[in-house]
């Protein structure tokens, strides 16, 4: 089992639309929990991170983390074009960071 | 603040050659990582670095692989015999271990390692 999993995707998702990641973990001690935007060719950039459970907000994005059910979500409202990229969940865990594979996203026009 | 910065961003070498890498984190940032990202694969944790003090070096990494951070600022890390296996992007980042925002690390661009 990976320790950082999410789904391949892609999820398309309609200009304007809620698009919904999810990403699930195995190490009940991480700490703290990031979501990253990768775009093709590109390296990572960090969207947004949260430490407790519930909701955090940022804009358009919303980080949700439920440590008893070890799981993260990213939600991004009034998706744009510009969201279309891969977006890597990651965690980290006594200063090392693991990461999932990514969620593809495209946001179709 | 000039971010993490990684050179060469593009290598092409032949097989059985060495390659190496540097990466200049974010100037107050105390610990280093090297991560390395192929195709459809999130980032890969090669080994991270607090100050000089090398904390953890992934069992994965080949002993072919190796790190330094001689003076806690910027970072090498070179591949020996490289293997066409190895081509990949290698990704640095950098974080402020203690700082307001938590350990949240930023990473470089990318450094661009194809084998032939």
């Known amino acids: 089992q990976k320790e950082v999993e999410q789904n391949s995707g892609p999820l398309s998702v309609p200009e304007g639309a809620i698009a919904s990641l999810n990403c699930t973990y195995s190490d009940r001690g991480s700490q703290s929990f990031f979501w990253y935007r990768q775009y093709s060719g590109k390296s990572p950039e960090l969207i947004m991170f949260?430490?407790?459970?519930g909701d955090k907000e940022d804009g358009r994005f919303t980080a949700q983390l439920n440590k008893a059910s070890q799981y993260v979500s990213l939600l991004i409202r009034d998706s744009q074009p510009s969201d279309s990229a891969t977006y890597l969940c990651?965690?980290?865990?006594?200063?090392?960071?693991?990461f999932g594979a990514g969620t593809q996203v495209v946001v179709t026009p | 603040d000039t971010g993490v910065s990684q050179d060469p961003r593009h290598k092409i070498t032949k097989r059985g050659q060495n390659v190496t890498f540097r990466c200049d984190p974010i100037s107050e940032h105390n610990r280093l990582y090297w991560y390395r990202q192929t195709l459809g694969q999130g980032p890969e944790f090669l080994t991270y670095?607090?100050?000089?003090?090398?904390?953890?070096k992934s069992r994965l990494l080949s002993d072919r692989f190796s790190a330094e951070r001689p003076k806690g600022s910027f970072s090498t890390l070179e591949i020996q015999r490289t293997e066409q296996g190895d081509s990949a992007m290698y990704l640095c980042?950098?974080?402020?271990?203690?700082?307001?925002?938590?350990?949240?690390?930023?990473f470089g661009e990318g450094s661009w390692l194809t084998v032939v």
């Open positions: 980042a950098s974080s402020l271990q203690g700082g307001l925002s938590g350990n949240t690390i930023y």
């Open positions: 670095f607090q100050n000089e003090a090398q904390l953890e």
């Open positions: 990651a965690l980290e865990h006594w200063g090392k960071f693991q």
């Open positions: 949260i430490y407790s459970n």
